[in-house]
């Protein structure tokens, strides 16, 4: 039985270019599907969060035209209900990366908020990548990576291939032009070669112990390709 750290946002909002707070959170689908292949495959799941407080999820990702139609927000929401391990978080400043096999960052806009600039969380990714184990980031998580910093203060994930919430997918959720910065840019920015598939559509993308996807659809095809590298 292998042990998988969660790592998963503390932010209850995404602050937008106007200066309002947008309500949001972790996007349930993105924590619950890979909790799912995870548990049902035998491993233990560990979840933090900065400050190791109880993390929010965005409500709008348990309606039920984000979730095909009312079958698949019930669903969502029963696992929700199941993922014990949300309502009694570590505190993410005290992780031993040592004791895990494998971290797993879901999004949401809140990593937007916190883990983009998270020296904590930064550490962490910047030694799961040195370490070889295996790491999954979807949709607004690699936000996180942006906080990845060397030594020399270049990005650590400067290089690598990856994928994230798109610049298009943003637009058309209707945050673009709202937006203080758009995550693809941002990643671009850092020297990530930035890979794109179609809007919504399951895309992953795996550079060595890096697995990224880009949208929610990605998070449970990541877990999959993740589990296959944790043995």
């Not at 990548?129 to 990576?145: D, I, N, T, Y």
């Not at 895309?203 to 999959?224: C, K, M």
Request: aromatic letters at 8%; proline letters at 7%; charged letters at 20%.
């Amino acid at each position: 039985m292998a042990k998988i750290l969660f790592v998963v946002t503390g932010a209850d909002h995404w602050t937008l270019a106007d200066g309002t707070a947008h309500p949001t959170g972790f996007w349930a689908e993105e924590a619950v599907a890979p909790y799912q292949v995870f548990t049902g495959a035998g491993h233990e799941v560990v979840v933090a969060t900065p400050g190791g407080v109880v993390p929010t999820v965005d409500r709008g990702s348990l309606a039920p035209e984000f979730n095909g139609g009312q079958e698949g927000a019930d669903q969502v929401a029963a696992g929700l209900e199941e993922f014990e391990e949300l309502r009694r978080p570590v505190t993410l400043e005290d992780v031993d990366l040592d004791a895990y096999d494998a971290a797993f960052y879901p999004g949401g806009h809140g990593p937007m908020e916190d883990l983009a600039v998270d020296p904590a969380s930064g550490r962490l990714l910047a030694g799961a990548l040195a370490s070889g184990k295996p790491l999954g980031v979807v949709c607004h998580a690699p936000a996180a990576l942006l906080a990845a910093t060397g030594p020399d203060g270049t990005n650590v994930f400067a290089g690598y291939r990856l994928t994230g919430f798109t610049n298009a997918e943003e637009a058309q959720a209707g945050f673009a032009e709202k937006a203080r910065w758009l995550l693809q840019d941002r990643l671009v920015e850092i020297g990530a070669d930035f890979q794109e598939g179609e809007p919504w559509a399951p895309f992953v993308i795996t550079d060595r112990n890096l697995v990224t996807g880009q949208n929610p659809a990605s998070a449970q095809p990541l877990a999959e390709e993740l589990l296959k590298r944790i043995g």
